[in-house]
Each structure stands twice: as structure tokens, then as C-alpha cells.
């Protein structure tokens, strides 16, 4: 297990500028009155691609050697590392291979094909998207960058709570949602080195607690397939993000999914922004539990704004 | 008839900076490239009440005499305007009186009466609206605040202009949508004062085209009720607005309704902001025209982000 460091936080970021948004940081008088606390919210839905997972797909795809360019990049993703993956392999000019589940949103498949990504569909189990991308790597010999137990990518997704730091001072707490674990892997990362004082917590749905379970108990539970409306966070954590979350993470928040759709809603409704149920999983957290986030200065990664129009689940 | 001039906007600016945002301006790759021109979308659907119609409202209500406080303010409005005034009253501390078309978005309504304005209802009309209004006026005795028709409410409007060109340099054109023509007339008056090689152009619904055709007509021509999903925009000009859009708008571009609803779930889908149907109409126009806007640099109002999330066009 190669676990990343700070310098590679810092090669990260030079290597992605050209190509992701500085994103900005918006506030709401709304929330701050509803919370009682001070709410930065760290816009990754206006990320390239839509999503913060950009950083590190791109960070991969951008620090590959001259020999892996041929063969190209590879994945399995419930759809923004998909995105994200084929948008940097089409701004390098590479082959990106991508096993989704047939269940993801038909926004994401349309995307990841309009950024010139090739597509093998499967059965919506972890177990059966490892199979089938076993696969596909065998056959294309390509690079497999995994959605996050990767150091690379790790290291990119550290550069989004390394910007908001400095668009930000004096952070009492940063909160993210949590699937695999790359983004909150990534803020550990950061904040350890430059703003130890921030503490860090992690929010998930109810019914898709392993992470929170696996924090309880002191070593990784794994669910396959789990069902919520956050569609992002089924994943499970995995040996490298485990270690970044049990190291560094304060406390694992979970919510109910009417709590995460009526975030949305709200967010939607009083901000004026598009974002994804996963990234309402942290806003449903701290307006659940007022008591932790009160009087605090805190940070939301907001991480995305790919949902399908057509399918809210407010409908 | 009292035509506000440039020394208005710069003191309504002086006023209002308290009570208001100054929005950012978004680009999107994605539309500079379907479109070939460069487009800087100014964002006032993140502004107070979240529509551009805070600034006109606050100057009005911030420059009442001592006097006035009392009895207060009152309007009819299909909407944003009746938000705002009640967003700015409720900020001063004084009455505000609303007749809204029963019609209206249940999403204003609710947002009106959290900011502590009182709402009469009325038919959808513009003739039964004025008529209800004739009698809250007299009941009450507020101050009226016409939407759009009234030079402090056309000066407080100019101010969001007035940003724009301090954010954005050298811009070809300026869009906006036009109903009653209060944004369009601020834009007038900033626009000729400190940008005058700016071209103004305003874009409608065709089934709501009074304006268009007034402007062809070289006459006044006023629509009672026309339907369109863009309900910011079923309003006709007045002479105030007239006087503006005849002396400087170089041409009023029609969409129908098709194109507006596809432009505004683009932008939604693309850009991550929610917007309203009247604001995608600029871009629905200049998607339609290509020739008229490819390789300017083209400012977009855009302006306000109020939506009924239950009841989108597109479901």
C-alpha cells in the first residue's frame, strides 16, 4: 500500500491547473440562520465535468509515463469518475475504458460518451462490476485508475480542500460525504498538513453505513450493492482510504433518505445550484445535528451536480 | 413622465449595496462553444430574493421619505418583483401589500409571506390585477411600487448592468429578456452612459411578443394576458420602458416555447444553476441566431432563479 504525502498533494495541483476550475466558495444567509453555523460550501458541482473527482482522474491520467498512452486508462465508476476519466483521457488524447452499472444515470453514460469514453455496461453489484472490469483490462492491457483507492487519485481529490483552505481561514470543522473514501482521504490529507486544527467529518446515508460501522467497530466492513438516493456513496471504503479514515476522521454522521432529498431540495431551492443527493448527504448531517455544528466555521464539499433532470426524487 | 438618468443609478447604487449581492458572472465552455461566441452569464438568480428585481425594489423602498414608512409599500406583480419589494420592506421594517395572480407560482407566494408581505389574489389578467390593485391602494394608502414602470425601480435595475461592465470588459452586446422592460431599460441607461459601443438587445417568447412587435411598429403595443412558460415575461411595456427600448434596444429576438424550455434544462444540466424560463430566453435566442452573436463577447442577464421545483417544464 503506497500511501500518498503532502509533496504529492502539491505535484497534484501544478500538474492539474491547466485543466480543472479553481471552484468557488458560495455562502447562504438562509442556511446560516437555519444552522446557526458559519456554512462555506466548496462548489465541485461547477467542476469540470461536473464533479470533484475531475482532480483526480485527471491527476492520474496526466502523470502517466510516455509508454501507457497507447493502451490508455481504464475504470469502474457509479458514474462521476467515469465522467472525470474520460475528460481527462480526451484532453490528453488517450483510450478511456469504462464499466458502469446499467443502473447509473442516463446523464452520466451520455456524458462519459460525449467525452469520447467507450462503455462496457454490467449487473449494479460491486462484485460484478470488478468481474467484468477484470475483463476489460485483460483484453485492453490499459491503466486501471481506481474511482479512489489511489494514491493518484487521492493525492488529486486533496487539492479541492487545499483550495478551499486558502479560499477560506480559520475552518473549525470540513465535512464531505463518504462512498469510497477518496474525497475524505483527500481532506485528510490536506488538512493534517496545513490546517491541523480543522476537524474532519465524514456524512453517509443510513442505508449505505459501512463507513460509519466500519469507524464503530475499528476495521473495514464492506456492503455490496447497498440502495440509496445517493447513488455516489454505495461504494465500499478499501485498504487505502480505511487508512486515511481511521487515522484522521472525527466523527461518520448518517442521515435517512428523506432527510437527504429534502437537503437537496432546499439547497436547490434557496442557493440556485444544481448538486447531487451525495453531496445533500453532508447538509442533511449538519442540519440534523445542529448541536456538533453550532457557532462553527465549517466547510461542504459540495462534490457534484450530475443528476438527471428528469428522474428528482422530490417528483 | 420621470426618466431617471445615469447621477440615479449611481446613487441607487450608493443605496442598495447594503441589501444586495453583487452576483458573480459564470462562463461555460460548453456554451461558448455550441455557440461561438463568448458569453459571460451574469447571475442574479443568486441575488437577494433570488431575482435582479431586489435591486430595483430596495431602491425604491431605501429612498421612501420618513413619511412614507407607515403606510408602507405596495405592487402587483407576476411574481419576482413582489418578492423583492417584500424582501426590502421586511428589511426596512415597513407594511408591504402584494396582488398576485392566483396563478403564480405557489414557490413565490410562500417565499412572499416568509419575507412578512401581505398577498390579495386576483385573475391572471394584467386588467384584473390593476383593477384589484386600484382598491388595495386605496385601502391602504402605501406607496406604490410599480414592477417595472417607475424610475427608481428602472435606476435600482441598472445597477445590475452597471456590475457587469465593471466585471466584464469590452463586451460586443448585452442580452436580456424582456417583459415589462425594467432590466432592458437599466440596461439602456448604464449602457449608453459608460458602455456605449455595447449593442442592447432584448429576446421574448413569441407567444408573449408584444415587444418585438412594438419596436417594428415604431408604436406601443400591449398584450392583456398572453401565455407562456416564461411567466416573468407575460407583462407589457409601459411608457417609461417604451421610451427606453425605442431610443436604444437594436433588436428584440423571439423564441418559442420549445426553445426555452430546452435552453433552460441546458443550462441547468451544464452549468449546475437553476434558473428560471424567463431567464433561458436569451439563450434560447442566441442558440437560435448564431450569426447574429458568433465571435462577440455577449453579457447574458441572467435573471432570477425563483422555480416551482415540483412542476418543471421538461417532466
Not at 467497530?217 to 486515511?244: C, E, N, S, Y
Request: charge should be negative.
Amino acid at each position: 500500500m503506497q500511501i500518498p504525502d503532502y509533496k504529492d498533494v502539491l505535484a497534484a495541483h501544478e500538474r492539474i491547473r491547466p485543466w480543472i476550475h479553481q471552484t468557488p466558495v458560495l455562502t447562504s444567509s438562509y442556511f446560516n440562520e437555519r444552522t446557526g453555523a458559519e456554512l462555506f460550501f466548496k462548489c465541485e458541482n461547477f467542476q469540470k465535468a461536473g464533479a470533484f473527482k475531475a482532480r483526480g482522474a485527471t491527476n492520474a491520467v496526466f502523470g502517466l509515463p510516455q509508454e501507457s498512452l497507447a493502451a490508455g486508462v481504464a475504470t469502474h465508476s457509479s458514474g462521476n469518475h467515469a465522467l472525470s476519466l474520460a475528460y481527462a483521457a480526451g484532453a490528453r488524447g488517450i483510450p478511456c475504458h469504462v464499466v458502469m452499472p446499467h443502473t447509473a444515470p442516463q446523464a452520466k453514460k451520455d456524458a462519459v460518451m460525449g467525452y469520447g469514453g467507450q462503455i462496457t455496461e454490467c449487473e449494479a453489484s460491486t462484485s460484478a462490476r470488478e468481474a467484468a472490469f477484470a475483463e476489460l483490462q485483460a483484453r485492453t492491457g490499459a491503466d486501471f485508475v481506481h474511482p479512489y483507492n489511489d494514491p493518484r487519485v487521492i493525492a488529486g481529490q486533496a487539492t479541492c480542500s487545499r483550495e478551499l483552505v486558502q479560499q477560506v481561514s480559520e475552518l473549525d470543522v470540513v465535512i464531505a460525504p463518504i462512498g469510497g473514501g477518496g474525497m475524505i482521504s483527500g481532506c485528510c490529507l490536506t488538512l493534517t498538513a496545513i490546517a491541523p486544527e480543522t476537524a474532519i467529518y465524514a456524512a453517509e446515508p443510513q442505508q449505505a453505513d459501512d463507513a460509519a460501522r466500519s469507524l464503530k467497530a475499528g476495521r473495514l466492513i464492506a456492503d455490496d450493492a447497498p440502495q440509496t438516493i445517493a447513488d455516489g456513496l454505495k461504494v465500499p471504503m478499501k485498504d487505502l482510504t480505511w487508512h486515511f479514515v481511521r487515522e484522521h476522521v472525527t466523527d461518520i454522521l448518517t442521515v435517512d433518505e428523506q432527510s437527504i432529498i429534502d437537503a437537496m431540495r432546499l439547497v436547490w431551492q434557496r442557493m440556485k445550484i444544481v448538486i447531487e443527493p451525495s453531496c445533500a448527504v453532508p447538509v442533511a448531517a449538519i442540519l440534523n445535528n445542529p448541536n456538533v455544528f453550532a457557532n462553527k466555521r465549517v466547510g461542504i464539499i459540495i462534490t457534484g451536480g450530475n443528476v438527471d433532470l428528469e428522474r428528482l426524487p422530490w417528483q
